[in-house]
């Protein structure tokens, strides 16, 4: 083969190996992304539904206190 034709070729072959490692590397990039974005999500939730969960614990206490509070002036009457 010609010199000519050797450099081109070996050109191409590079640019093809480049763009294949690019390619592989993007796609590990995007589904590192997706899985942040799992992950995200259900930290989210979680903190959503512990959320709730404490609201729900302060109203019981708050009721609790109130009952507490009732009795103790009954008593003090």
């Given amino acids: 083969m010609k010199d000519s034709l050797r450099r081109p070729i070996a050109s191409t072959i590079s640019s093809l190996k480049i763009n294949e490692s690019t390619w592989i590397f ?7 992304a ?11 939730e979680k903190l959503t539904s ?13 009721k609790r206190i109130e009952e507490l ?6 008593v003090a009457r």
Avoid at 26 to 32: F, G, N, P, S
Avoid at 50 to 62: A, C, G, L, N
Avoid at 69 to 74: D, H, I, K, S, T
């Fill in 69 to 74: 509070e009732g009795q103790l002036g009954a």
């Fill in 34 to 44: 997706e899985e942040m974005r799992s992950q995200e999500e259900e930290i989210r």
């Fill in 26 to 32: 993007l796609a590990r990039i995007e589904q590192q």
């Fill in 50 to 62: 512990r959320q709730q969960e404490m609201h729900r614990k302060e109203r019981e206490y708050i």
